[in-house]
């Protein structure tokens, strides 16, 4: 038994049979915006998995890279120029480089001596400087005394440029939250295992994809 078609017929069943233009191009964009998502994704979870390894490894707990350091805010002094829980970005200094720092500027540094096994880093604005003679070259060196922003009076200390560590550059809001959770074991793990989860998931959404783009009955036998 034979059936025929007429032209008209099988253009409509084809055209039936075949997701439109518009469709197509919707595929399409949502294929993409996946991919972006997915790579995205990644970038973020390799970024945090690096600064959780960085702030591990890190010597005397001050995570430092490429002669930055980053430290967590601990309490208001400084504010409004950062907050509690903030994470601020600081260029790291050598000793001949904090002698020439200048007033205003905001600095960290170690308020116990630099012999203390745990000395406290603070983090405040360099309110006056004073010139002193060094009793061993008899040349003229900077002390410098810090006041926190939010505090009514000075510190009423003399820092010496082998106390200061770091400039401040920038802050991260709400960042030194953030490192704390990171610092969390099972977070770190997940951290560790994340990348790889979102790529076999991309990757069997695509091949699913494709399996359902192909249909029920292809590859059937025609009768």
Do not use: C
């Amino acid at each position: 038994m034979s059936v025929s078609v007429s032209p008209e017929g099988s253009k409509s069943l084809e055209q039936g049979q075949r997701p439109g233009t518009g469709q197509l191009a919707w595929r399409r964009i949502r294929a993409i915006g996946g991919t972006a998502l997915g790579a995205l994704m990644v970038l973020v979870l390799v970024a945090a998995l690096f600064l959780a390894v960085v702030t591990r490894t890190s010597h005397a707990g001050i995570p430092r890279f490429m002669g930055h350091s980053a430290l967590v805010i601990l309490s208001g002094s400084m504010t409004p120029t950062f907050d509690a829980g903030d994470l601020i970005v600081d260029q790291a200094l050598s000793t001949s480089q904090a002698a020439h720092l200048q007033r205003g500027q905001v600095v960290t540094f170690e308020a116990g001596p630099p012999s203390a096994p745990a000395s406290v880093l603070i983090t405040h604005r360099i309110y006056r400087v004073t010139m002193v003679q060094s009793p061993v070259t008899y040349r003229l060196v900077p002390r410098y005394e810090t006041k926190g922003d939010a505090n009514p009076v000075p510190d009423g200390n003399a820092l010496q440029p082998s106390q200061i560590i770091g400039v401040y550059q920038f802050r991260i809001p709400f960042g030194g939250y953030v490192l704390n959770i990171l610092h969390q074991p099972i977070v770190f793990i997940l951290l560790v295992t994340a990348p790889f989860a979102v790529i076999a998931v991309g990757e069997g959404s695509r091949r699913w994809r494709a399996a359902g783009a192909k249909g029920p009955g292809d590859g059937g036998a025609a009768m």
